[in-house]
């Protein structure tokens, strides 16, 4: 300069290194912007910014165990069946078979009496009654009737017996207010001592009154009152009673 300042000069190797240090500069620069990946804020895309982000590769994800509870029992309803009702039929009581029922038995009230045996006891007759059971009459009639026929036909035990001979009859029985009526037939006085006779008078008598103790006895044979039995001639009270006979024949 004219104003007589002093001019510093640059030497050439100065701007020589700034320069190549520019160059490299700007090649080392140019190298990385074309090596880059592109990020997503330099790469346009169609996308809106708000896209959620992508997840994670299954390489890159770690991995997470969610613990399953055990599956419940599966309940399965219990379904009920509507019970069908079968219509009954009613068949006819005709076409029913009937299963065979047992008979009832006959109802037959029976009525007890007493017959009476005699026993041997030390050369002596001993009275011995036996109840027989009869069928229910509505009159005393029929019970004394088969309480004679049992007499008549015999003893069943073999420890008592009777004094009335072997086919003797019963001609007839009736009660009536005033005592019993018995007829019997002729074989009635057959046979025997004093011992028989009187054994057998004593069943007629107590058997007559097995019914009414206290009442009395006619006792016929063939239709006529019996006054005399026997050959020794026993005699026979007329009407005889349970009384009169222990007094006049005690066995």
Do not use: H
Request: with cysteine; glycine share 10%; proline share 12%.
């Amino acid at each position: 300069m004219k104003d007589g300042q002093e001019v510093r000069r640059v030497s050439t190797p100065v701007i020589a290194g700034v320069c190549g240090l520019a160059l490299l500069t700007g090649g080392g620069i140019a190298w990385w912007t074309a090596n880059r990946s592109p990020s997503p804020a330099d790469t346009p895309s169609s996308a809106p910014t708000n896209a959620p982000a992508l997840s994670p590769s299954p390489g890159e994800s770690p991995v997470v165990i969610i613990p399953v509870p055990p599956p419940n029992p599966v309940q399965v309803p219990q379904v009920q069946t509507p019970q069908v009702q079968t219509p009954q039929v009613q068949t006819p009581n005709a076409l029913i078979p009937k299963s065979p029922q047992p008979k009832p038995l006959p109802q037959t009230d029976v009525q007890t009496v007493q017959v009476y045996w005699v026993k041997d006891a030390s050369g002596k007759f001993e009275g011995v009654p036996t109840k027989v059971a009869v069928k229910q009459a509505d009159n005393p009639d029929a019970a004394l009737q088969a309480a004679f026929n049992s007499l008549l036909a015999g003893p069943k035990d073999g420890t008592v017996s009777s004094e009335i001979p072997n086919g003797t009859k019963l001609r007839g029985l009736s009660v009536k207010n005033d005592g019993v009526y018995v007829d019997l037939s002729a074989e009635f006085t057959s046979g025997g001592g004093s011992n028989s006779m009187t054994g057998r008078l004593g069943q007629v008598i107590y058997t007559a009154t097995s019914l009414q103790p206290n009442t009395k006895v006619w006792i016929s044979v063939e239709g006529k009152p019996l006054e005399l039995l026997g050959g020794e001639g026993l005699e026979v009270a007329q009407p005889s009673t349970r009384q009169s006979f222990d007094k006049n024949f005690p066995l």
